[in-house]
């Protein structure tokens, strides 16, 4: 067995016992392409050592760019309900995002169906969900690394050091900031090539 990184260990203890705050007898719901699999069975291993239970949906690597370049507009409308079957019964979700592909060679309408045939599972996920846990990764992986234009180690170094912080002291930094959000209506971002506005009023800037 291949050795695991001593911060992978790290970055999933800092998952459960901090971001998820995981309790005796939760389901924990994991969504993830396989290439993560070394962390997928860290994570679960610590879960299991936790009392709860992990839940697994986990799919081959390159499996969202082939749907979306491969399938039909129709083949796109379905969604597989028993994926959110498997994840109603649980109390958080690991989110590990590995698979970030350029969308500008698929069409929009493609995009579009596929969004709403998902749109069932994110509300559910996401928006719906008030006492729902949920945290979105990144590994530091080969192919993330080419992205980033970075050698692995040098991009993992940079990943790892972005998680370690002193994360309770920064959450007080960001109820501050989160206070101004709530009293904004609109966002304007203007610098070097940007003008960018966008509104949020009546939107929920609230982590918890």
Do not use: H
Not at 53 to 76: D, M, R, T
Not at 109 to 134: A, C, E, H, Q, V
Not at 136 to 155: S, V, Y
């Amino acid at each position: 067995m291949k050795k695991i990184d001593l911060r992978t260990k790290k970055l999933v203890e800092l998952i459960l016992n901090y971001s998820l705050k995981i309790k005796k007898g939760e389901k924990i719901f994991i969504d993830s392409s396989d290439i993560a699999k070394n962390f997928i069975e860290e994570l679960c291993k610590q879960i299991k050592l936790k009392k709860a239970v992990p839940v697994l949906n986990v799919y081959p690597a390159e499996y969202k760019k082939n749907l979306l370049g491969s399938s039909s507009e129709k083949q796109l409308r379905f969604f597989p309900k028993k994926i959110l079957n498997k994840a109603k019964p649980t109390q958080g979700i690991v989110d590990i995002e590995n698979e970030a592909f350029n969308l500008s060679n698929i069409p929009e309408r493609k995009i579009k169906t596929y969004s709403s045939s998902m749109k069932p599972y994110w509300d559910f996920l996401i928006y719906n969900r008030g006492n729902y846990r949920r945290i979105t990764i990144l590994l530091p992986l080969k192919k993330e690394a080419k992205d980033a234009k970075m050698p692995l180690k040098q991009f993992q170094d940079y990943v790892y050091s972005c998680c370690f912080v002193n994360w309770k002291k920064l959450a007080k930094k960001f109820k501050k900031i989160n206070r101004i959000f709530e009293k904004g209506k609109q966002v304007e971002l203007i610098g070097k090539n940007i003008n960018l506005k966008f509104s949020i009023s009546n939107r929920n800037s609230s982590s918890s």
